[in-house]
């Protein structure tokens, strides 16, 4: 059952009521006395009643279910309290159920039900009001009736017509039943008005249920008048506009927006972009005429369409193929790396017998400080090419490397692309430095974006997310470099031509030195070339006393540092010109920061010198042996890692095995304990190219000989005595040089890598080329070489023949054992 609002006041008001009515129960709805309302009869039980009550005095008392979910409300499932009322009209419709207009006469009270089947029939009794007319009350009813006249101007569906019909009603209660009925309130709070017996109190409780209704209905009102003002505006101003739009095609102007497409259009007319890019550039620009630049899309295709733009589709600079000045420009700004300059040669003279020549991708490996990144001007500017640079060390989002979709607020093309834009050309010289610093996290991994972008077979069409549209690369020399080729992916790898940059010796970084960092350092720090100069001595006791690297950046620093100690002199009025020589740059640079401690380590027993390779370049590491009494264990230190520990082991088992070929007292090993030890113990160290090292500190220990201070060796060492290739060899041999070492043992299989170290140094040094461990031993200790014919012939029973090394058949340098073994390379 439900109800409409009420209508008209009640006329009469003294009907008599019986004791005993039927009773209708009321879903969602209350019927206050002295209103009319409408309802709606559907249930067959509530028909019957309707029907039996019209055949008699037409009244009935209506009371409000509590739950009204309930299909058939027993006693049980209904208010105590409601109102009796007399049904005045009955429509019956086609589906059966009833349309009744009822007016409320009294409120009742339920004392007992007399029938509940087939309808519920009830004894009740009348309420009466309790009603003191004072001035209170007077004021609560102007009140309440001020409140209601406010709602009715601000509800639309209530009629204005109710304002006049309740300022007509001079009854507190009834205005009360007329307003509660009236407005839409909660059936809970109707039922809770209709209980109320003082009448004063329903009065101040309506009054607080108005007061919200108010609240909510002004603060309806507010947003509707705001977004009806907000809606109004709108249109104002596309009215104007369209107006001001016909007023401008008259006077023959136009407004910012059109001029702005129209500028637009002529700068993608004038570009004459790619098919594909062009057609997705017009689709954006029409889309773009069509919005207001108020619209939250307009800003985002104005950026796309200027990112379209600006980016240099068919621009490119044209390469210089003089191969004479290309040669001339890279010989100014680097000495040596005669591989690199070879290659970039190789390519121009290529691209002049072959036009339209994709640009190669190399990749320069080596330790920092040996001129990789500046070697990317270089080549720029020999083959008159734009430079660009950008580093990926760190970088862990894929989206850095392809940019980000245009669906995400500030959105932008990846860096490749930036940098393209940058560059304002489409064939620059690209180098994607630190690219073995590459991360990866959740966010992708970027060296699989990197994929795309090296590979000769699909930069062609490489495609930002952000602009959707294939960019070709292929005409881009990529130039990536890196410290260390081992964390960078194979696949990566795979793709990249790669060059080794080795460190410099000693006699290079003079050259260097003299040509390029003086000059450099003397304008930085506000030097004429006439005020200062460096003798050869004082470079190299720089290089040899306070610098110990594979690169030129610490000498570079110590260089500056004398220029601006100079430049203070010179500040000061203390000289005009100064000559810096050897004890001058030693008084300007304070005490010497490294020393040769070959020396001094190896003049004991027990203690090589070994060679090892760093990410930093080459550098010497010293292997000591000691023992003490106890029962043959072996004790490793320095923080050796498990390949370091292994080799260790492997070196003490062929001593102990050989320790009559090389004189080892009878019980020797069963009386001592063995300690090693590897000094810089907070640096980890680990690989097999210190075997031959360990080994001969072993075998210098338990036969009291000491090595000879002047030898660095390195070589892994099998069980057997082999002594087994490494890497490294030239950045091993220049760390050997710095060290003061001018005898260096290898294994044999390493000869062909001699080609590597500089002219100079195969002259200067002597390489001792081994194939077992008995040749180390007999090079690198002391009197070892003296040993009985009789013992090395019981060492070589001990130790399996085994063919000789290819590199020998090929006429390579003759052991060690001989006189031309010297190794001194021609």
């Known amino acids: 059952m439900e109800s409409s609002l009420a209508e008209t006041p009640i006329i009469n008001a003294n009907q008599e009521i019986p004791d005993i009515i039927p009773i209708l129960p009321l879903r969602g709805t209350v019927v206050f006395p002295e209103t009319v309302t409408p309802l709606a009869v559907g249930q067959e039980r509530s028909v019957k009643l309707v029907d039996d009550v019209l055949h008699k005095d037409k009244i ?36 059966g159920s009833l349309r009744i207009l009822v007016q409320g006469l009294k409120r009742i009270k339920i004392d007992s039900y007399t029938q509940t089947e087939p309808y519920l029939v009830a004894r009740v009794g009348q309420l009466a009001d309790k009603l003191e007319k004072t001035k209170e009350v007077e004021a609560l009813s102007r009140n309440l009736l001020n409140v209601f006249t406010k709602i009715i101007g601000l509800v639309p569906y209530l009629p204005e017509e109710l304002q006049l019909a309740a300022s007509n009603i001079d009854d507190p209660s009834a205005l009360c039943y007329l307003i509660a009925s009236a407005i839409k309130i909660k059936t809970e709070e109707k039922q809770e008005l209709l209980e109320e017996i003082d009448v004063e109190k329903r009065l101040r409780r309506l009054t607080v249920i108005l007061n919200r209704e108010l609240e909510v209905f002004e603060l309806g009102s507010k947003i509707q008048s705001d977004v009806q003002s907000e809606m109004d505006k709108t249109q104002r101003e596309y009215f104007l506009r369209q107006q001001m739009k016909a007023i401008q095609e008259e006077l023959g102007e136009v407004d910012e927006i059109t001029a702005e497409v129209n500028d637009l259009r002529r700068q993608i007319d004038e570009l004459k972009l790619p098919e594909e890019v062009d057609r997705q550039a017009r689709r954006e620009l029409d889309r773009l005429s069509k919005l207001q630049p108020a619209a939250a899309e307009y800003s985002v295709i104005r950026t796309y369409l200027d990112w379209l733009i600006t980016i240099p589709w068919n621009k490119s600079t044209e390469d210089n193929l ?29 691209a ?10 190399l990749c320069f490996v080596g330790p920092p400080g040996v001129g990789k990144t500046s070697l990317g001007h270089s080549i720029a500017r020999a083959l008159g090419r734009k430079f660009i640079r950008i580093s990926v060390g760190g970088v862990r989002d894929e989206a850095e490397i392809r940019g980000h979709r245009r669906t995400y607020i500030g959105a932008m093309p990846g860096t490749i692309i930036r940098a393209i834009r940058d560059a304002e050309s489409n064939n620059p010289v690209f180098m994607i430095d630190e690219m073995d610093k590459l991360g990866a996290d959740f966010r992708g991994d970027p060296s699989s974006a990197l994929l795309e972008v090296l590979d000769p077979e699909q930069h062609f069409s490489f495609r930002d997310h952000y602009l959707d549209l294939p960019f070709d690369l292929s005409r881009v020399l990529f130039i990536a470099t890196a410290n260390i080729l081992d964390p960078v992916p194979p696949a990566l790898r795979d793709r990249m031509e790669v060059i080794e940059l080795s460190g410099y010796t ?28 460096f003798t050869d001595k004082a470079i190299l006791r720089i290089i040899n006393d306070y610098t110990r690297e594979a690169g030129l950046r610490n000498l570079e620093r110590e260089i500056g540092s004398v220029c601006r100690k100079v430049a203070r002199e010179m500040a000061e009025g203390q000289a005009r010109k100064v000559k810096v020589d050897e004890e001058s740059a030693a008084g300007y640079l304070g005490k010497k920061k490294f020393f040769s401690e070959a020396r001094r380590m190896t003049a004991e027993p027990g203690v090589a010198t070994g060679l090892a390779w760093t990410l930093s370049g080459g550098d010497i590491i010293f292997i000591e042996a ?33 320790s009559d070929g090389i004189q080892v007292p009878e019980g020797y090993f069963q009386r001592h304990d ?68 001018d005898t260096v043992i ?41 040993a009985r014919p009789a013992a090395r012939a019981a060492a070589r029973k001990r130790t399996p023949a085994r063919p000789r090394p290819r590199a020998a058949a090929r006429g390579g340098a003759r052991p060690a054992s001989k006189k031309a073994a010297t190794g001194r390379k021609k």
């Open 60 to 95: 009935i008392g209506l009371v409000t279910m509590k739950n009204k979910e309930v299909e058939l409300a027993g006693p049980g499932d209904v208010y105590q309290v409601g109102t009796a009322a007399m049904i005045h009209k009955m429509l019956k419709v086609p589906d």
């Open 322 to 350: 003089d191969i004479a000045r290309a040669q001339k420009v890279l010989g100014e700004d680097h000495y040596d790396l005669e591989k690199v300059k070879d290659r970039i040669l190789e390519y121009l003279s290529v």
């Open 352 to 361: 002049k017998l072959k036009h339209d020549l994709a640009g190669p991708i």
């Open 506 to 533: 000693e006699e290079e970084k003079l050259h260097i030195a003299k040509k390029y960092l003086i000059r450099k350092q003397t304008e930085a720090n506000g030097l004429e070339p006439k005020q200062i100069s």
């Open 626 to 658: 000691s023992s003490m009494p106890g029962a043959g264990h072996l004790t490793l230190t320095g923080q050796l890692g498990d390949v370091m520990k292994e080799s260790a082991q492997a070196a003490l088992s062929w001593v102990r095995s050989h």
């Open 674 to 741: 063995i300690h090693v030890h590897v000094p810089a113990g907070a640096v980890p160290k680990d690989g097999p190219s210190a075997g031959v090292t360990m080994t001969t500190a072993l075998a210098s220990l338990v036969t009291g000989k000491p090595v000879l201070s002047n030898v660095g060796m390195t070589g892994e060492v099998t069980l057997s005595g082999k002594v087994l290739p490494i890497g490294g060899l030239k950045e091993k041999v220049l760390a050997a040089r710095r060290a003061g070492l």
């Open 746 to 786: 290898l294994p044999r299989e390493n000869e062909k890598d001699l080609e590597d170290v500089p002219r100079h140094l195969r002259k200067e040094m002597k390489f001792v080329l081994v194939d077992e461990v008995g040749e180390v031993l007999r090079a690198a200790i002391a009197g070892e070489s003296a």
